[in-house]
Every structure is written in structure tokens, then in C-alpha cells.
């Protein structure tokens, strides 16, 4: 499996059996960035939850996360005001970047919109190297989005 396309069909699939008829979204977000994590070797995998009016940390993979992110605040809560994907090339541009770690050097940061519009929470993932995400990583990590909160599709 060389290429970034077929690790992530084989993903999604494996995603899409994995949560087929589970109910606790917290157990989904923690296996699904578990797979995302161990297939694609990210340096930092997770969900953030909207609760109380922020973004509080979830389930992940990685190293230590900042436990709490303000709406509008760093490419998360950027992601959620805009309710759309944020690819960044290079976290040093960002403005207003946050950063857990030294150690990332770019970002992708996915909403996931439940059926009734609402951002619930958001899957961000950061690479150790500049420009690691693109458009492939976009559309498969939107699609898995889409699977955990749109299940009865699945």
C-alpha cells in the first residue's frame, strides 16, 4: 500500500465496520483517531468536543493537547467559527496559532456537523513536517467526519 489515497480507502473502510452500530460518539472518536494515528503516522490525532461554549479536548493520540480552545481561537477554533476544513502549511503563518506542541509543524482541522447543522466537535491532526496535508487528506478526513456523525448512512 504505497500511496496516501489507498491508505486512506483502506481507512475509511475499515472505519466505516469499525463503528457500524455504535452509539457512544466518545468510543467512535477514540478508535477513529486511533486508526487515523496508527495508519498515517501523524504526529498528534484528536478530537476536540464543543462544550460549554469552547472546544474541550477529546479523545487523541500523541502527545500532551491544550485541555481547552475559545471559539475562534488557533486553526480549531477557527475551524468551528467557519464551520469548514483549515488546511495550514506551515503553523508559523497562522495567525494566532496555538501551540501545544514545538514539535508540529502543519495542520488540518475537520468540523464535524451533526444532521442538525451543529459543529459538535472537530478532528485535528498535526504533522512533525511542513505541507503534509492536501486535498486527499481533506476529502477522506471529511468523509470520516461525516461518518461519525451521520452513522445511519453507513
Known sequence: MNSKEEKYQLLTQQIGALIAGETDEIAVMANVCALIHETMGFLWTGF???KDG???????Q???????IAYGRGVCGTAWKQRETIVVPDVEAF???IAC???????IVVPLISPDGEVRAVLDI???ELATF????RHYLEAICRMITHPSDL
Open 48 to 50: 476536540y468536543r464543543v
Open 54 to 60: 469552547e472546544l474541550l479536548l477529546g479523545p487523541f
Open 62 to 68: 500523541g502527545p500532551l493537547a491544550c485541555m481547552h
Open 95 to 97: 495567525p494566532g496559532h
Open 101 to 107: 506542541s514545538s514539535l508540529s509543524r502543519s495542520e
Open 126 to 128: 498535526d504533522s512533525k
Open 134 to 137: 492536501d486535498s486527499v487528506d
